[in-house]
């Protein structure tokens, strides 16, 4: 039951950050939403988890093993997009003078 | 499918993905001038590791595998080289080691002199993308693909800005965006296959995936993903700027290597997982998609001002030919023509990546001599810098599809499988796309053919990167004075419709 929760959550951040990536045009709007579309697939991911759990386990391990490598990737894609936009404000600040 | 079972010599791909990464981790502390060292010490045992696995591959007929932590899949994790992944191996050594030795002349650090910035970035991301493009080719599991894809996309984008200016790091903001959509997109397709089949390796979802909605929905939003990182027709936006504004030995390497992963990643996802889910009109669509990219990329680099835009386009426009193997191969599986269009699509893919590494390289070349590269304004070149243009000219000979040469084979193939196949409307695309390319290549030799203006820079003797373009050009050629038979190699493996 909170496995259908949680993937239909999951669904509706999906749509909600992949509207953003498509529609906003500023860069910090659209890395917001990259990371809302990536909690959503997150969520999925950890829907799957639950949904698949066997062996007596509560939830099956490989996805939340995934969601893991997920997180730390998402995070490095982050800090990577936010440097790129900073570095683009600084040339801003500098062009009046 | 069973699940792959360790071959011999399956430690030689393992060692091709972990030598450049463990690299990559060591230069970082080295400093700029050790990271050029270690990098050019690790050229020719990278090749020889690629073409010992081609050797394996060719000598056993078969893929070679390695389970790592020899654990089985589905809990495991396997690393399986065909023949494709071999033949690309193959490319990526030499097209890293090309422009390895092409960039000693802007990013090597002279003995006293104080090292860059630029410097010290370049050698370890050249590294980390030779690991990367080395994984998504030999991995065999879609979450590993996953992270090769997302490996490939860090080191290109701030290869595409070394340079700082404001447009490079524009066009690399906007190369990270599609990319993160594109990988984004691809992990949530993931999650869907995981749902419905409880394993991500390739060789066990071969077959065992019918055309389910969860599976439909994954491989659209997959081939989607994909298809942003492989820049192809209406997702390449993000291409001719980021391409265009790198310095010339970071273009080689982002035209010659980077899209050509997500495209072996595409070919592994509709050949390997989806094998049991014939979809002929998704295949139709892609070609379709490719069919637009060759005609309107040609066109598009026919109108280009610049030369290095010129050449972004025409990787657009030539990223084009790799789709049209798609519907090919999967409208006779196991026959003649299939065979034939898989070997044209590798060959494509070889053949595009030697040759447009090479031109990227000359038209570096001859914009650093320039110091623009405005089309209208190359009168001269062919006196004062003659071997850049050959290049440029060997290259482009290449890319339209001339008898003898790489591209000619692979375009060859592609025709005469249409014609087999029945499919008579993707030759008449190829015949076309030959043409357009004859277009633009001719628009530069013969702007580059002209007698000198009084702004044409004196004649400079050809060094070492000159020779290196020209060798790359060469190669890209004389891909075509090779007998068919020994493409054989590229068939090992074909996951899903060996006959």
């Known amino acids: 039951m909170s496995g259908t929760v949680f993937g239909l959550l999951g669904a509706a951040l999906v749509g909600i950050g992949l509207f953003g990536m498509l529609v906003r045009a500023q860069p910090l709007m659209r890395i917001v939403c990259f990371n809302l579309l990536g909690s959503g697939v997150f969520l999925v ?53 | 499918m069973p699940p792959p079972a360790a071959t011999d010599w399956g430690i030689l791909p393992l060692l091709a993905v972990m030598l450049p990464v463990l690299a990559m981790v060591l230069a970082a502390p080295l400093g700029a001038r050790g990271a050029e060292r270690l990098t050019l010490s690790l050229l020719l045992p990278g090749f020889v590791l690629a073409f010992g696995t081609a050797v394996a591959i060719h000598v056993s007929g078969a893929p070679v595998v390695h389970l790592l932590g020899h654990w089985s899949p589905p809990l495991g994790l396997a690393f399986r080289a065909d023949g494709l992944a071999a033949a690309m191996l193959l490319t990526a050594a030499i097209v890293i080691a090309a422009t390895a030795l092409f960039a000693r002349d802007g990013f090597g650090t002279k003995p006293g002199a104080p090292e860059t910035r630029a410097a010290f970035a370049f050698w370890p991301l050249l590294l980390a993308l030779w690991g990367a493009i080395n994984l998504a080719v030999v991995a065999n599991d879609l979450f590993t693909l996953y992270v090769a894809l997302e490996l490939l996309t ?71 993903g994909l298809l942003a990182k492989t820049a192809l027709l209406p997702l390449h936006l993000w291409l001719p700027p980021a ?5 010339a030995a970071a273009s080689a390497v982002l035209s010659a290597l980077v899209v ?34 060759i005609l309107l990329g040609s066109a598009a680099a026919l ?25 090919l191969v999967a409208g006779m599986p196991g026959s003649e023509a299939a065979a034939k269009a898989w070997t044209g ?80 409307w993707w030759a008449l695309v190829v015949l076309g796309g030959g043409l357009l390319t004859g277009g633009y290549v001719y628009r530069v030799l013969s702007a580059g053919l002209t007698a000198g203006g009084a702004r044409a820079p004196a004649p400079h003797p050809p060094g070492l990167p000159e020779a290196i373009a020209l060798g790359l050009a060469l190669l890209s050629v004389a891909l075509g004075f090779l007998p068919l038979a020994s493409f054989g190699l590229v068939q090992v493996g074909r996951m899903g419709l060996a006959p």
């Open chain 2, 303 to 327: 109108a280009q001002p610049r030369l290095k835009l010129l050449v972004a386009y025409s990787t657009v426009a030539q990223i084009g030919y790799l789709f049209l193997m798609f519907p």
């Open chain 2, 260 to 293: 050509k992963g997500s495209f072996v990643i595409l070919v592994r996802l509709w050949f390997g997982v989806l094998a049991g889910a014939p979809a002929m009109g998704a295949m139709q669509i892609l070609a379709g998609l490719g069919a637009a990219a």
């Open chain 2, 243 to 247: 391409h265009a504004g790198a310095p």
């Open chain 2, 345 to 424: 699509g590798a060959l494509q893919a070889i053949s595009h990546a030697l040759a447009k590494a090479a031109m990227f390289l000359a038209v570096g070349l001859m914009a650093a001599r320039l110091g623009h590269d405005r089309i209208a304004d190359l009168a001269g070149a062919a006196r004062s810098m003659p071997l850049p243009l050959l290049t440029f000219a060997l290259a482009g000979l290449t890319l339209m599809g001339v008898p003898p040469s790489g591209g000619f084979a692979a375009k060859w193939l592609l025709l005469s499988a249409a014609i087999e196949a029945g499919q008579w």
């Open chain 2, 154 to 224: 860090f080191a290109a984008m701030p290869l595409a800005c070394l340079e700082g200016k404001r447009e490079t790091v524009e066009a690399a903001l906007r190369y990270l965006m599609f990319a993160l959509l594109g990988s984004v997109l691809y992990l949530l397709g993931v999650a869907l296959i995981y749902g419905t089949a409880g394993t991500l390796d390739i060789t066990l979802l071969s077959g065992r995936l019918g055309l389910d909605a969860p599976v439909i929905v994954a491989a659209a939003l997959m081939t989607a």
């Open chain 1, 45 to 97: 991911f950890g829907a799957v988890a639950r949904r698949g759990a066997g062996a007596g386990f509560a939830a099956d391990p490989v996805p939340q093993a995934i969601i893991l490598t997920g997180l730390v990737v998402a995070f490095a894609a982050t800090t990577l997009a936010v440097a790129l936009v900073l570095r683009l404000a600084d040339d801003e600040d500098e062009a009046p003078r």
